[in-house]
């Protein structure tokens, strides 16, 4: 990633088109937290009230003068709207003012430009930049020519902003092409999991929850991670030993955001599939933001949407040494409490997560003769075992806990019931 010695200045620009003032008020400060995290500095910030925004240019007349002497004033290099712009709003807001005009879906299909590492996420960044060009590329000749890199033009897709349609239409094909192929790779592996049925885990929330440090310390992987949004773009799967010996696995996933682009939603289909196939979500609730609520409502209706509500979920209400004064959990399910840096806390949350294991599991009780080496290695690893004790008299194991159902042990174990 190209390091900028200097920040963009950018003046923010927000309609409010409903009467919940803390809602965009919010929404507005989360603009200003992409646009920090995209290397820009915020130097203004915008707002009109309206009943919709205005069809030519987002916010009415007089406030578009307004902005076009405040960003002369203010010498801005960048004029940001909070929401996603229509080619023609974005056409008439680039004659009338002299700075590059971009909207909340290109800072953030930005950021992802930054942060994707693996192959497939730099596709799905390219992919979901061109389809959101492609729309806008009419009269954009003179605007485009003149852009010399900075945000909103960054990652696989700048290099190709001045191809003509047909030749953007063919890499779009090309894209879905390749990401198909990883997709089918993917399933396989998945497959392969599947068939050995390991047992896993998606931790999914809003992005900056804290998942990657809950992630890092559950598997002790070395995921980024950073008090940044979208820190995580691309999934992360790691082994987790529970407190039994048990071995699951477990995912980071990409961050949860209100008003997500559905270009990204569907751009990352592949990346949100490794949470359909969980066993158990983690959904982590950052408990030190005061729109805790806002964003634990935002995750829940992108999991509806995946179509997950059929898979168990656990509430991790992470920061709890931090938590917000007028914090009260939301969660009538199974939630938790805890700060991910405290090693008691991932303990309780390791025991949780073995206790709703469970009811999804069959109960064995089962005498193991001692020479039977390889299968007690198994119960150690892939049961959960709450006894285990050598008798004497028999030479062998007598051994209870739980187990998958279906798992290959399971039908190992009923030749050793009694």
């Known amino acids: 990633m190209e390091q900028k010695t200097e920040k963009e200045k950018a003046v923010l620009v927000g309609c409010q088109t409903s009467d919940d003032d803390s809602r965009f008020n919010y929404s507005m400060e989360e603009l200003a937290s992409l646009t920090e995290t995209a290397q820009g ?9 309206r009943d919709q925004p205005h069809p030519a240019t987002y916010v009415g007349k007089g406030k578009v003068s307004e902005l076009k002497a405040l960003a002369a004033e203010l010498d ?3 004029v940001i709207f909070n929401d996603e712009l229509s080619p023609s709003q974005k056409r008439n807001l680039a004659a009338e003012i002299d700075a590059r005009i971009i909207d909340r879906t290109q800072l953030i299909l930005d950021i992802f430009a930054q942060r994707a590492r693996s192959k497939e996420g ?3 960044v390219e992919l979901a930049q061109l389809q959101y060009i492609l729309p806008r590329l009419a009269g954009q ?16 897709g700048e290099t190709k902003l001045e191809s003509d349609r047909r030749h953007i239409r063919r890499r779009i094909d090309d894209i879905k092409e390749q990401l198909a192929v990883v997709v089918q790779h993917r399933e396989r592996y998945r497959e392969r999991r599947k068939k050995n049925k390991t047992f896993q885990i998606a931790i999914v929330g809003y992005t900056n929850a804290g998942k990657s440090t809950l992630f890092n310390r559950l598997s002790e992987a070395e995921s980024y991670e950073e008090n940044q949004l979208f820190a995580t773009l691309d999934p992360m799967t790691r082994k987790l030993i529970l407190p039994s010996g048990f071995h699951a696995l477990i995912t980071d996933t990409v961050g949860f955001i209100q008003d997500l682009p559905t270009t990204l939603i569907a751009a990352f289909r ?20 005061p729109d805790y609520f806002q964003h634990e409502k935002t995750v829940g209706k992108l999991l509806e949407e995946l179509e997950v509500n059929n898979i168990p979920q656990l509430t991790v209400y992470n920061k709890r040494d931090i938590r917000h004064p007028d914090f009260v959990p939301t969660s009538a399910g199974t939630a938790i409490q805890i700060s991910a840096f405290d090693e008691t806390n991932r303990q309780q ?9 469970m009811e999804f599991m069959e109960l064995y009780d089962v005498y193991i003769p001692s020479t039977e080496g390889k299968l007690l290695s198994q119960l150690k690893n892939e049961t959960i075992l709450r006894e285990l004790r050598f008798e004497e008299s028999n030479q062998d194991y007598h051994c209870k806990g739980y187990a ?10 009923k030749r050793y019931k009694r």
Do not use: C, F, W, Y
């Not at 158990?280 to 950052?286: A, N, Q, S, Y």
């Open 122 to 124: 730099k596709l799905q």
């Open 76 to 78: 801005a290099d960048i």
């Open 141 to 156: 000749g003179i605007e485009l020519s003149r852009l010399g890199g900075g945000i909103g033009t960054r990652g696989p």
């Open 41 to 49: 500095e915020v130097i203004a910030s915008v707002s009109q009230k």
């Open 404 to 413: 998958l159902r279906n798992h290959t042990v399971t039908g190992l174990l």
């Open 349 to 357: 949350l390791k025991v949780k997560i073995e206790q709703i294991m």
């Open 270 to 289: 592949s990346t949100l599939e490794e949470v359909k196939e969980a066993d158990l979500i983690l959904h982590v609730v950052d408990m030190s933001n």
